[in-house]
């Protein structure tokens, strides 16, 4: 039936008895492969019938059911190894060489972890030591459940500020001011320990309902949903994030008093509050906070430059804190500059206590918002560590993981986590292997935390806003991407800059779902901009290119071959059927209203029997008038032999009426589906209807390059069915050229029922890949 060969012997033989410069040309012409193949044009009624046999598939749903759910002991380790990656990796744990490095690095992300803790639970409007719970039970539950050996789960800065914003919202200063006891004529003032109490009911329950968000998603494998949230958006989200935090951070690095907002507007309100009260800006606050911030810049800039000499990054955040907290308590800053402190740190862990569940209701959507963006941060890393260092993390298991972490957690009063890229790279930079330098780094918070976590109670709220501040840098660094995309990509600028703006502006929830409904609303766009074209023949091979677009790209006349790069389905099959009828310049409707126009001039011309009636019609192919003289006109005309002369000068009686041509030059059409991956009923019965339109004006429609799921999906919709059979689809363009120049009645001579019963046979051959058609099998080839 077909044959496909790989020529390299007796064409070298050849090759060798050349002239010298054609032998080198020879030569590279045989240095290309060779593709032979001669077949029969196949259509989809006998591919299917004669070709292609479907598996015997009969097991029944019950039986699939079955299969799922039988346990035996192989899928039970398979199970536990996946639920618990831990397994695969400890037992063979290469202590000599892996220790010391996962040692070191531990010790310097818990460096960094422990600041990071402090810093980052203001951002959450809680007191400082939540940060370091979030610091330690996360992280160590991560070493059992988690995927990726080099991120640093923990406390976030966007994160912790989508916190910070819901338990504002839910528990604003105005509703803790309370009058004194003594019942004097003075103002009510803020019970700061009721309200942080509420706060932190507020983050614990919705950092419960963060980690069964994620946990749920993990079980039911859904951990595609992050490729929703596309790098533009992400990008933009995280740099509108970094403008708030920055804004939420310059009243503690002026030390000044202002009420925290939320929702849409946040940032605006709080810069402006901030700038209100310049006037009672702090002075030794600022004085200190630019000192950290220039230090960390200094430090920062160092690691970076040194990065391949120093054995360890010189750790900035730690020393700003220790320096810090030295001077504030040696200079008593606090009770005589009136400069804030972190406060009371308890020491040791608190007691698991249930959430407060009834605050779920108001907390619902925000917790949606919190679980995705966590998971898509963390992934992110995750999966540019692995590939950098050239191993695997499951989607689906860093789910489970993040949702454990943030379930199990929140019973020991911590807020939701994921992984930071600044410890990540700590981590990574400073040689981690595994988890388990994630595991010292928790250890080490846990240190702090049950034996010296008082020592931290003088350190300046200044300087962990400097140690903020500073860590953001990265990401204001994104607006980098702004004249990069507009060079490479219009729409995902679009993107970029709608989630910057709307998160900036709305908030960072509502600034998250816009971002998302907008990058939906960009590929549906592009769906309803589809790239759409003629194809032509390219002489000597077997491809068909766009004609506007190639030189090369030649028509076979009669036939329009129908391209674009988008599949078929409710949203854009409109706009796929106009494209046809423009692209290929036959609109069935105009044909069929020319014929119409026509049949009523021959009708009238007949009935008032007026020899001097011409109709004269013009083909807009061939640019070519034609005059169509009525049957009277017609019989006299021949009679008197002047029908040759009909052509000639008119006399001035005579009435000409001009008509559209009513029979297309066009006789076949082909829809190339080589890009449509899926189409559904809407689209179905559009083409369907198109294919009855062009069949009334006698141009047939056939389809080329369809996958076999697509057909599948034809099948399941009944497509073939009425005008439509199997026989209309072609595996690819050229069978389909090939047939309908074969059975076109207007390019090829009628063929004998022997021939008929005869397949057309397609044949490429030599280097040049020259398709070429053959009457029947084993006959001469002739070009089409």
């Given at each position: 039936m077909g044959e496909i060969s790989n020529s390299t012997g007796t064409e070298a033989v050849a090759a060798s008895a050349m002239q010298p410069e054609e032998a080198g040309a020879g030569e590279e012409a045989e240095s290309q492969p060779l593709y032979r193949i001669e077949r029969p044009v196949y259509d989809e009624a006998f591919i299917s019938s004669q070709l292609l046999n479907r598996k015997d598939n009969s097991t029944t749903l019950g039986q699939r059911l079955a299969q799922q759910l039988r346990c035996s002991s192989k899928r039970a380790k398979a199970a536990a190894l996946t639920f618990l990656p831990i397994l695969t990796w400890l037992p063979s744990y290469p202590v000599k060489q892996y220790l010391f490095s996962d040692v070191v690095s531990g010790l310097s992300t818990g460096v960094v972890q422990l600041p990071q803790g402090l810093a980052y639970a203001m951002l959450a409007a809680v007191p400082p030591v939540y940060g370091l719970y979030s610091s330690f039970y996360p992280v160590l539950l991560y070493t059992f459940f988690g995927t990726s050996r080099h991120i640093s789960v923990g406390t976030f800065a966007v994160i912790s500020l989508m916190i910070g914003a819901v338990a504002v919202r839910e528990a604003p200063d105005s509703m803790f001011y309370v009058l004194p006891a003594n019942g004097s004529n003075v103002s009510a003032v803020l019970d700061v320990e009721?309200?942080?109490?509420?706060?932190?009911?507020?983050?614990?329950?919705?950092?419960?309902?963060?980690?069964?968000?994620?946990?749920?998603?993990?079980?039911?494998?859904?951990?595609?949903?992050?490729?929703?949230?596309?790098?533009?958006?992400?990008?933009?989200?995280?740099?509108?994030?970094?403008?708030?935090?920055?804004?939420?951070?310059?009243?503690?690095?002026?030390?000044?008093?202002t009420q925290r907002f939320s929702g849409p507007l946040a940032a605006i309100y709080s810069a402006t509050a901030v700038l209100s009260h310049i006037a009672s800006t702090n002075v030794p606050t600022v004085i200190m906070g630019l000192v950290c911030i220039v230090f960390l810049y200094a430090v920062k800039d160092l690691n970076q430059r040194f990065k391949k000499k120093l054995p360890i990054p010189i750790p900035g955040e730690i020393i700003v804190v220790i320096v810090s907290t030295g001077?504030?308590?040696?200079?008593?800053?606090?009770?005589?500059?009136?400069?804030?402190?972190?406060?009371?740190?308890?020491?040791?862990?608190?007691?698991p206590?249930?959430?407060?569940?009834?605050l779920l209701p108001s907390l619902v959507t925000d917790s949606f918002a919190v679980a995705i963006v966590g998971f898509s941060m963390g992934i992110s890393l995750a999966k540019t560590f692995a590939?950098?260092?050239?191993?695997?993390?499951?989607?689906?298991?860093?789910?489970?993981?993040l949702g454990l972490c943030n379930f199990i957690s929140s019973f020991f009063q911590t807020f939701a986590i994921t992984c930071s890229m600044s410890r990540s790279l700590v981590q990574e930079s400073t040689g981690g292997k595994t988890q388990i330098a994630g595991l010292l780094a928790s250890l080490m918070v846990l240190l702090v935390v049950v034996a010296i976590g008082f020592v931290f109670q003088p350190l300046p709220q200044t300087a962990l806003a400097a140690i903020i501040m500073v860590n953001l840098l990265g990401m204001f660094k994104q607006f980098a991407d702004i004249p990069a995309l507009w060079r490479t990509s219009k729409i995902e600028l679009a993107i970029w800059l709608v989630a910057f703006v709307a998160s900036v502006l709305l908030g960072l929830d509502y600034g998250l779902l816009v971002a998302i409904s907008f990058a939906i609303l960009s590929v549906i766009y592009r769906t309803q901009r589809p790239k759409s074209?003629?194809?032509?023949?390219?002489?000597?091979?077997?491809?068909?290119?766009?004609?506007?677009?190639?030189?090369?790209?030649?028509?076979?006349?009669?036939?329009?071959?129908?391209y674009s790069n988008a599949s078929v389905y409710f949203v854009n099959s409109d706009l796929y059927v106009s494209a046809l009828k423009q692209?290929?310049?036959?609109?069935?409707?105009?044909?069929?209203?020319a014929r119409k126009t026509q049949k009523k001039v021959m009708e009238k011309a007949k009935s008032t029997k007026n020899p001097s009636l011409k109709l004269c019609g013009t083909d807009k192919q061939q640019e070519v008038s034609h005059e169509v003289l009525s049957?009277?006109?017609?019989?006299?005309?021949?009679?008197?032999?002047?029908?040759?002369?009909?052509?000639?000068?008119?006399?001035?009686?005579?009435?000409?009426?001009?008509?559209?041509p009513a029979v297309s030059a066009v006789h076949s059409i082909i829809l190339d589906w080589t890009p449509c991956s899926f189409i559904d009923s809407v689209g179905a019965k559009a083409i369907k209807q198109v294919i009855k339109?062009?069949?009334?004006?006698?141009?047939?429609?056939?389809?080329?390059?369809?996958?076999?799921?697509?057909?599948c999906e034809l099948d399941t919709l009944q497509f073939f069915s009425g005008v439509v059979s199997t026989s209309m689809v072609f595996p690819t363009i050229h069978d389909a050229v090939l047939r309908c120049l074969r059975s076109n009645p207007r390019t090829a001579a009628a063929p004998t029922d022997e021939a008929a019963r005869r397949q057309p046979a397609l044949s490429t051959e030599g280097n040049s890949g020259d398709l070429t058609r053959k009457a029947d099998v084993g006959a001469p080839s002739a070009e089409p």
């Open positions: 009721a309200r942080d109490a509420r706060r932190v009911q507020v983050a614990v329950v919705l950092t419960t309902l963060v980690g069964i968000i994620q946990l749920a998603l993990g079980l039911l494998r859904f951990g595609f949903v992050a490729i929703y949230l596309t790098e533009p958006l992400v990008r933009g989200f995280t740099t509108a994030a970094a403008v708030h935090v920055v804004v939420s951070q310059l009243k503690y690095l002026l030390g000044v008093k001077v504030s308590y040696g200079l008593s800053l606090s009770e005589d500059y009136k400069v804030e402190v972190v406060g009371k740190i308890p020491t040791g862990l608190l007691p206590t249930a959430p407060e569940f009834s590939l950098k260092h050239g191993y695997s993390v499951d989607g689906n298991q860093e789910l489970i993981a074209a003629i194809l032509g023949h390219v002489p000597g091979t077997g491809l068909y290119c766009d004609v506007d677009e190639y030189e090369e790209a030649a028509e076979y006349e009669g036939i329009k071959i129908f692209k290929t310049g036959v609109d069935p409707e105009a044909l069929q209203a049957y009277e006109a017609a019989a006299e005309a021949h009679g008197n032999g002047q029908l040759g002369e009909s052509g000639g000068g008119r006399s001035h009686s005579e009435e000409a009426v001009f008509l559209e339109e062009y069949r009334a004006v006698d141009v047939q429609v056939v389809l080329a390059g369809c996958s076999r799921s697509l057909l």
